[in-house]
C-alpha cells in the first residue's frame, strides 16, 4: 500500500484510534496506547496507518498482547528495537470502513464531533456551538461544546435519554435539554 497524503480526501477516512508511544524490548515490539474501548480492540486491526510527515504510511501487526496495564504489538518485517524506535510517538488510524458496525442509537466519538448543539431549555431553543471533543470521566462521558450564542465552552453529560435527547447524524445536529447558564 502507498501512504496517504495528510491533504487527500482519502486521509478524512481514517480515524485516529491510538499511539505508538515507545518500544518494547529488543526484537521489534512497541508499546501501544490505545483509545478504543475495550483497549485491545486495537488489536483486532492488523493493518494501520501511522501519521508521518506527509501523511499517513501503512503499517502491518503480525502480533499483539496485553501487557501489564497497556498494550504491545510486533510490526511486520521489524526484528530489532533500531527499527522500532522509528514508529514511535506516532498516531495510529484506521479506515472508517474497516471499524465494526454499531447498533442503532450507538455512536463512535469521532462521528459525534463538529455536530451542532442545540439546547431546549425552559421553552427555549440555545444555540451552543459544536462538539469540540468528548472526554472520558469514569462515571460518563462528556460532550465538550464550545461556540454558539455566547461563545462559551460547555461540559455537557453525554446521557442519552437524560441530557442528550436526540442526534441526527445526517443534519449534524445534537439536540440536548441543557440550562444555558451551565
Same mark, same amino acid.
Given at each position: 500500500? *502507498?501512504?496517504?497524503? !495528510?491533504? @487527500?480526501?482519502a486521509?478524512?477516512?481514517? /480515524?485516529?484510534? #491510538?499511539? $505508538?508511544? +515507545?518500544?518494547?524490548?529488543?526484537?521489534?515490539?512497541?508499546? $501501544?496506547?490505545?483509545? *478504543?474501548?475495550p483497549?485491545?480492540?486495537?488489536?483486532?486491526?492488523?493493518? =494501520?496507518?501511522l501519521? #508521518?510527515? &506527509? &501523511?499517513?504510511?501503512?503499517?502491518?501487526?503480525?502480533? &499483539?498482547? !496485553?501487557?501489564?496495564?497497556?498494550?504491545?504489538?510486533?510490526?511486520? #518485517?521489524?526484528?530489532?528495537?533500531?527499527?522500532?524506535?522509528?514508529?514511535?510517538?506516532?498516531?495510529? +488510524?484506521?479506515r472508517? @470502513?474497516d471499524?465494526?458496525?454499531?447498533?442503532?442509537?450507538?455512536?463512535? =466519538?469521532?462521528?459525534?464531533? &463538529?455536530?451542532?448543539?442545540? @439546547?431546549?431549555?425552559?421553552? !427555549?431553543?440555545?444555540?451552543?456551538?459544536?462538539?469540540?471533543?468528548?472526554?472520558?470521566?469514569?462515571?460518563?462521558?462528556?460532550?465538550? $461544546?464550545?461556540?454558539?450564542?455566547d461563545?462559551?465552552? !460547555?461540559?455537557?453529560?453525554?446521557?442519552?435519554?437524560?441530557?442528550? *435527547?436526540r442526534?441526527?447524524?445526517? +443534519?449534524?445536529? /445534537?439536540? $440536548?435539554?441543557?440550562?444555558? +447558564?451551565?
Amino acid at each position: 500500500m *502507498t501512504p496517504i497524503d !495528510r491533504n @487527500s480526501g482519502a486521509a478524512a477516512e481514517l /480515524v485516529t484510534v #491510538g499511539r $505508538v508511544t +515507545a518500544v518494547y524490548g529488543v526484537r521489534g515490539w512497541v508499546k $501501544v496506547y490505545s483509545h *478504543t474501548q475495550p483497549m485491545d480492540n486495537i488489536l483486532r486491526f492488523d493493518r =494501520w496507518w501511522l501519521q #508521518g510527515q &506527509g &501523511g499517513w504510511e501503512p503499517l502491518k501487526i503480525d502480533r &499483539g498482547r !496485553r501487557h501489564g496495564k497497556g498494550l504491545i504489538a510486533h510490526i511486520e #518485517g521489524v526484528d530489532n528495537r533500531n527499527d522500532a524506535a522509528r514508529y514511535c510517538q506516532r498516531d495510529i +488510524a484506521i479506515r472508517r @470502513s474497516d471499524m465494526p458496525r454499531l447498533e442503532e442509537g450507538e455512536f463512535y =466519538w469521532h462521528q459525534l464531533e &463538529g455536530l451542532h448543539v442545540i @439546547s431546549h431549555f425552559d421553552g !427555549r431553543e440555545y444555540d451552543f456551538g459544536r462538539v469540540q471533543r468528548l472526554m472520558e470521566t469514569g462515571a460518563n462521558d462528556v460532550l465538550v $461544546v464550545r461556540g454558539g450564542e455566547d461563545d462559551r465552552e !460547555r461540559l455537557i453529560p453525554y446521557l442519552p435519554d437524560e441530557f442528550v *435527547t436526540r442526534i441526527d447524524l445526517d +443534519a449534524g445536529v /445534537v439536540t $440536548v435539554v441543557w440550562d444555558p +447558564a451551565f
